[in-house]
């Protein structure tokens, strides 16, 4: 028989394996206000500089991330 439910479970799938079924779920709690606002801040401040120092090199000179 198999030993699985509607979320998850293992459930014998030959005699010489297993098959494993999950679902995950998040909800977000993780990305309160505080925390978001400090991703993107940081993300917006290394855009920014690195979109000076593109802006300001030479031409035909490349630079990386």
Do not use: C, F
């Not at 855009?47 to 802006?55: C, F, N, P, S, Y």
Request: proline share 3%; aromatic share 4%; charged share 20%.
């Amino acid at each position: 028989t198999k030993a699985t439910d509607s979320h998850s479970g293992v459930a014998p799938d030959t005699a010489r394996s297993s098959r494993l079924t999950m679902t995950l779920h998040y909800g977000g709690g993780l990305w309160s206000g505080a925390v978001l606002e400090r991703v993107l801040n940081d993300q917006i401040a290394k855009g920014r500089d690195h979109l000076k120092t593109i802006v300001e090199s030479p031409a035909g000179t490349s630079t990386t991330l």
